[in-house]
């Protein structure tokens, strides 16, 4: 929806911003783009200093930057103290989020179990199996090739995107979201040895994501071998990520792509894990702990702590120890002086004790 | 189904073990569960001594456990040497593996090719399409959105959860299961440059997995450029692991999340893989090894011997490393200190000699 | 296609090669394989020495060698500089590309949106979905279970294999192929932080994939935030491989398995990715830099350089450090030697200048 700069700068007061306008209130702008991107009729903004100098030739309608940073005369500002977050509101504001289009009834290529209640308001496209004794409710948006298995027990607001796959007896929140290719709920790497052969053990489990989980494409969810695996309320997963069984997240974490966690882990509130990070099984990462990309992590991780390296330690013990490393070339090269300095003391001391 | 405890102790003794029951052998279980979520009905186990304290408050109906460990009067307990071993057969006993809904008939949206010859009492969800020429075994069962092309040979008791894709010409053994969005048999990487283009080879090769093999979600398998990719019987894989073209895994293998091997690499029976390993190509993975998590092995690695770290190496001296790393600022110290005994010797041997 | 040596030397010669055949120009072979795998009929070839003592076993009709290396008398031999190169030659000569099952017309199971265009010459298997507004070129072929978002604008010569699912709004030049569950253009990991809790940031921006791309399996190509997340022409992809939002990846790229990228990363042309390989995000990595596996790259890598580890360092100094870090007993033996030498020299001093 395009709006004035008066307006958008009504909706960042809206978020609790103090916007400051300089130039034409009356603009209108229809979309929000990069100062590279952007032509007449966008607004852009400026948030790493980094690209200062793109502003002498972005052609947006206005930008959004930081109250002290200087801008050519010709442009339309709003300056606020934290530009990322204003653009953010207002690409809600011009774009809003993704609109699915609604598919009006039921279709020969549905599959719904008869068993299966839907709620209200739902749009199911061809191509979709929902399976035994499924409860899903109002307002479902499922896309094609999605597989919802026997008696999963499913809140308000489900967005699955395409070919989506959701294993037997998985529990989720409201306003649950799943990106397209991720399997929720598959059985865990669990096998009992029997001299060299692996005998399953039936993985009777299940998963359960909370509300306002979003999980990106291609990820796998393990169902527990007992018990749960649990995604707790609000945490967000990129893609390709692994979370084995029994393992249980808790709210507000945030996960980058390719992370791989074991079975049975712990991982608290508001915890971040950034690309590639490993852990073993059986640990506990506390709250609000951070996790540094391709980390490995070994050990529990005390709350509020950042971890990085393979095994991973404190991250100042991790750059310390780097450092170190970095310097051995210099290390050795110290020690092989003062062998020589050593030996030639040796040779003096001896010429002398022998000279007296 | 449900037993009494009786009954699992026969179970057991069938199993070769030798339980002990101590308390009401009457009693009925229906359930198999954590003694943290166990109920009135269930039947829990301890084998990590780290939860035994556990034991006092679980609502458990009876505990499998060791025979050494102490537990409250009012428990009902069977004592054997291996609970983990016991409750898998316990699990097995009163849950079974999972049970496979049967679609009676092929449905109007599945689509089989004519030429395409399936065996006795298959089950074949809507939305699975079948292609020319394929041959699959009795008793398969194949979920909604799977796709098995040209010329695939496949033995009986096939299971393909939902979103599996199996390229042409793949080979399979019986007892395969696949779990939903792996890919079997796409193209390798295999490009011939010309100047900085890449020439695209084709991959005229296939995919061969043995019987009883496993494989989680979202995995991606290549065909081989010539000859063939080989997954061995017994071997079981978790979720998101990537083999390259040519790679042959031999029998029994477990490989864990995550683990990507590159092209032509030829890996021995019953080896263990941990989560994120990865490897170069063209290298020999012994019989019995295990490669330690994150662990990038970039040569051979003989039979039995467990390799850690990047590049991998023998685990004693990956481990003995990592306490040289921790240790460098103490070496730093300690070589500073010497500088400066040196220095003192430089001085006083200058000094006395002068004095002389 | 079946050939005789001599017209395989034929068709090396078209590609600027000077092939030497000795033996019997008239044999016909109907298949390459590898040396091993030959069987009567078939071409092979040995490029790497290693693999040489199987040129007295092989029962290929014929062998593609180096000149310079000692062959069987019987064995018919097409000697060239580059065996690799040339068996690549031959077998798009006699096996071709694979051969894609042609489907007449649309099918009930195709749901293809009245507004959307496709080009002359398609073949769309049941189970795809083509949304409003796509536009799609010529001579398509799209396998089951793709799902093509709205808008989406996609060249000639489309090749999606089964359940690949691409969003909304994606760019595709010609000659695109895509293999099975790959996902191009879902949201990537935009939120905003208020408090603890995460709010999700429309992603407005889109994919662009250039000219003859060739994607893996089961990769995840995140759409931009704002703007595109782009892979340039000539560029191929292995399997598994995370894209953050925002990254521009220029042509004739070669990335390995499970590679994963940050959002607004830039890379050059002709960039070689080994398997694992992370970056962060808002680097730049020149023009025809190598990346080794595993490495994770935090900084810019300068053009045509190697790096290595993690964090990546150019390779020269990555394998020193790794050799400094094997040596690392041996050093701490040095020091511990120095240290009783002086000692030794402080006594004796301190007995001299007592004694004197």
């Given at each position: 929806?395009?709006?004035?700069?008066?307006?958008?700068?009504?909706?960042l007061?809206?978020h609790?911003?103090?916007?400051?306008?300089?130039?034409?209130?009356?603009?209108?702008?229809?979309?929000?783009?990069?100062?590279?991107?952007?032509?007449?009729?966008?607004?852009?903004?400026?948030?790493?200093?980094?690209?200062?100098?793109?502003?002498?030739?972005?052609?947006?309608?206005?930008?959004?930057?930081?109250?002290?940073?200087?801008?050519p005369?010709?442009?339309?500002?709003?300056?606020?103290?934290?530009?990322?977050?204003?653009?953010?509101?207002?690409?809600?504001?011009?774009h809003?989020?993704?609109?699915?289009?609604?598919?009006?009834?039921?279709?020969?290529?549905?599959?719904?179990?008869?068993?299966?209640?839907?709620?209200?308001?739902?749009?199911?496209?061809?191509?979709?199996?929902?399976?035994?004794?499924?409860?899903?409710?109002?307002?479902?948006?499922?896309?094609?090739?999605?597989?919802?298995?026997?008696?999963?027990?499913?809140?308000?607001?489900?967005?699955?995107?395409?070919?989506?796959?959701?294993?037997d007896?998985?529990?989720?929140?409201d306003?649950?979201?799943?990106?397209?290719?991720?399997?929720?709920?598959?059985?865990?790497?669990?096998?009992?040895?029997?001299?060299?052969?692996?005998?399953?053990?039936?993985?009777?489990?299940?998963?359960?994501?909370?509300?306002?989980?979003?999980?990106?494409?291609?990820?796998?969810?393990?169902?527990?071998?007992?018990?749960?695996?649990?995604?707790?309320s609000?945490?967000?997963?990129?893609?390709?990520?692994?979370?084995?069984?029994?393992?249980?997240?808790?709210?507000?974490?945030?996960?980058?792509?390719?992370?791989?966690?074991?079975?049975?882990?712990?991982?608290?509130?508001?915890?971040t894990?950034a690309?590639?990070?490993?852990?073993?099984?059986?640990?506990?990462?506390?709250?609000n702990?951070?996790?540094?990309?391709?980390?490995?992590?070994?050990?529990?991780?005390?709350?509020?702590?950042?971890?990085?390296?393979?095994?991973?330690?404190?991250?100042?013990?991790?750059?310390?120890?780097?450092?170190?490393?970095?310097?051995?070339?210099?290390?050795?090269?110290?020690?092989?002086?003062?062998?020589?300095?050593?030996?030639?003391?040796?040779?003096?001391?001896?010429a002398?004790?022998?000279?007296?």
């Amino acid at each position: 929806m395009q709006a004035t700069l008066a307006q958008l700068c009504e909706t960042l007061e809206g978020h609790g911003m103090k916007p400051e306008l300089r130039g034409d209130a009356t603009r209108v702008v229809h979309g929000v783009a990069t100062l590279e991107d952007a032509a007449e009729g966008q607004v852009s903004f400026l948030s790493n200093p980094k690209y200062e100098k793109m502003l002498a030739e972005t052609r947006a309608s206005a930008v959004v930057l930081k109250p002290d940073v200087k801008a050519p005369d010709h442009l339309n500002l709003i300056r606020v103290a934290d530009p990322y977050a204003a653009i953010t509101a207002l690409i809600v504001r011009v774009h809003g989020y993704r609109q699915h289009r609604r598919v009006p009834e039921r279709h020969a290529c549905t599959h719904i179990a008869e068993s299966a209640r839907i709620g209200e308001n739902a749009t199911i496209h061809p191509g979709v199996t929902i399976d035994d004794d499924v409860v899903i409710g109002n307002n479902a948006v499922i896309y094609p090739g999605c597989y919802v298995g026997p008696r999963c027990r499913i809140g308000c607001d489900l967005l699955l995107y395409p070919n989506v796959v959701v294993y037997d007896d998985t529990v989720m929140g409201d306003r649950v979201a799943i990106h397209a290719g991720t399997v929720i709920g598959e059985d865990g790497l669990g096998y009992a040895p029997i001299g060299e052969k692996w005998i399953k053990i039936p993985q009777i489990g299940y998963v359960e994501l909370g509300d306002d989980v979003e999980i990106g494409s291609n990820c796998s969810i393990d169902r527990a071998t007992l018990g749960k695996t649990k995604i707790g309320s609000g945490t967000k997963f990129s893609n390709l990520i692994a979370i084995g069984h029994g393992t249980q997240i808790d709210e507000n974490c945030l996960f980058v792509a390719q992370v791989g966690l074991s079975g049975s882990v712990s991982v608290g509130k508001h915890v971040t894990m950034a690309g590639q990070v490993g852990t073993v099984g059986h640990i506990r990462i506390g709250d609000n702990a951070t996790i540094g990309a391709k980390a490995g992590v070994t050990n529990d991780v005390p709350a509020g702590e950042t971890y990085l390296g393979a095994p991973a330690i404190p991250i100042t013990e991790a750059k310390r120890q780097f450092v170190h490393i970095q310097r051995l070339p210099e290390l050795k090269q110290q020690v092989k002086k003062l062998q020589k300095r050593i030996e030639e003391l040796e040779t003096r001391f001896t010429a002398e004790s022998g000279a007296e």
